[in-house]
């Protein structure tokens, strides 16, 4: 039994040997340790992805590939000129930074797309999508606003590229705009434009602060101004106080010296009053004396004037009572003396009042009775009467209507019968018939029957002699004149 253990052990030992070779052959050859930078990707038996760590891969059973986690640098800049939304060519340059993602999701599609690749080709791939989408952002964006606002360019590369780079398991880390450029000198012109509106507002605000510190300097000037004449005001506040208080200080000395002298004073005046008083009682014993001895011959002198004055006053009174009545009746005696004046100066006015009343009243009636023997007059001179006033002015009208013939200084004639001069002069005497017609028409007279009638005014003011009634006979001025009006008539 021992001896088969013996040969049975001397079979083992080498087999644990090269087993034990093997295990550290394998775990030599197998392990593997990732560094932070790039992704060790195992697959076989299993997958596994390791960065940063290590793992066994196991030899001809499983497969090693590696990905690099690397930050690619590209710079991407525009193989030509792109025109921009308001149409100015331009050329960009940026400098971008991209890896590949740690998401898992993301690397997996980078381990498909770039496994084993070297980053110059994965930046080569990531700078097409850039440049594509670069492109499509300048033409969407106006040039003074790409190049005022490159961030605003960038953020919106970024995320237009985003997704096509996510795609492919790539993120961006960073995208900066390096430069815009053109071959017109559009940019240069911008940068002047710009040049200018820095000057101009740092000469606004060169004159704004300059106008801040003469504000400043004014209102220290102020404030120091102020604090003078507070200052100057608190001493002479303190130095009226400091005269009120010795005022108060000499007005106190000023009353206790008056009271020591008050005292003083009252002091010889009380001894003076003592010496009065002794003096004074010395001298009323003496008027007292004085005093009885008045008192007598008053007594004497009062029953001398109760026989002299008293008599004499009471014809005084007397002749008072007196001149006081004589008085009374003088005032009543004028009183009455006024009022008769007055009385009688009313009844005189009252007397003028009704005279001049009833001249008033006389005149009116005169009028009033003028008037209706006027009115009466006229009833009775009716239409013969103003037939002859109509009479009386019938010469006067003939004038006014002849005037016109007195003023024509030749007449001319063509054609006709020979007979145009005297067709004008007939016109006065047709005018006049017209006349007489229209006042008949208009009054009620008939002008033409009174100057056939027996009137006042053909008898004596016209001196018409009427020897028929159906004919009036008129001075020679006349005649023919108002035989022609009613001939014409």
Do not use: H, W
Request: aromatic share 4%; with cysteine; proline share 3%.
């Amino acid at each position: 039994m021992p001896d088969v253990l013996s040969v049975f052990g001397v079979f083992i030992t080498p087999i644990l040997i090269v087993l034990a070779v093997l295990i550290v052959i394998f775990l030599f050859v197998g392990y593997l340790k990732a560094p932070p930078d790039t992704a060790y990707i195992v697959s076989g038996l299993r997958r596994k992805v390791v960065v940063g760590k290590s793992c066994i891969k196991i030899p001809i059973l499983e497969r090693l590939d590696k990905l690099s986690l690397k930050l690619i640098p590209i710079d991407v800049k525009t193989s030509s000129a792109v025109p921009t939304a308001d149409y100015i060519n331009i050329l960009v340059d940026a400098a971008v930074n991209v890896k590949v993602s740690d998401d898992p999701e993301k690397m997996k599609l980078a381990a498909q797309n770039f496994l084993n690749q070297k980053t110059e080709y994965i930046g080569a791939v990531a700078r097409e999508v850039l440049e594509g989408n670069m492109r499509e952002i300048v033409g969407r964006m106006e040039l003074k606003e790409m190049v005022s606002d490159r961030q605003k360019f960038a953020e919106l590369v970024k995320e237009n590229a985003a997704p096509d780079l996510a795609a492919m398991g790539l993120d961006i880390i960073s995208f900066n705009v390096q430069n815009f450029s053109d071959s017109n000198g559009v940019i240069d012109d911008l940068g002047i434009d710009n040049i200018s509106q820095i000057k101009k507002s740092a000469a606004i605000a060169k004159a704004t602060a300059d106008k801040e510190v003469a504000i400043s300097k004014a209102e220290a000037d102020r404030q120091a101004n102020d604090a003078y004449v507070q200052a100057q005001m608190i001493i002479s506040q303190r130095n009226t106080e400091l005269a009120i208080r010795q005022s108060e200080l000499k007005k106190q000395e000023d009353v206790k010296k008056a009271e020591a002298d008050a005292a003083y004073e009252i002091q010889k005046e009380e001894q003076r009053k003592t010496i009065e008083i002794a003096a004074a009682n010395a001298n009323i014993a003496a008027q007292e004396k004085a005093i009885e001895l008045k008192t007598k011959e008053a007594e004497v002198q009062e029953q001398e004037l109760n026989a002299t004055v008293k008599k004499k006053a009471d014809a005084e009174l007397y002749q008072r009572q007196k001149q006081a009545e004589a008085l009374k009746f003088e005032e009543e005696r004028q009183a009455e003396a006024q009022k008769f004046s007055k009385v009688q100066e009313a009844e005189g006015i009252r007397m003028v009042g009704l005279a001049e009343a009833e001249a008033i009243r006389q005149k009116g009636l005169a009028e009033a009775e003028a008037m209706r023997k006027k009115a009466e007059a006229y009833q009775l001179y009716n239409n013969a009467a103003m037939g002859e006033m109509l009479i009386k002015i019938l010469p006067d009208i003939a004038g006014k209507i002849a005037e016109p013939m007195a003023a024509i200084d030749k007449v001319t004639i063509i054609g006709g019968d020979g007979n145009g001069v005297s067709g004008v002069a007939e016109n006065v005497p047709i005018v006049m018939a017209k006349l007489f017609e229209s006042v008949k028409e208009t009054t009620g007279i008939d002008l033409t029957d009174i100057v056939r009638a027996d009137s006042y005014d053909a008898k004596v003011n016209r001196n018409i002699n009427i020897s028929n009634p159906d004919k009036v006979s008129l001075t020679p001025e006349q005649s023919d004149l108002i035989d022609t009006v009613l001939d014409k008539q």
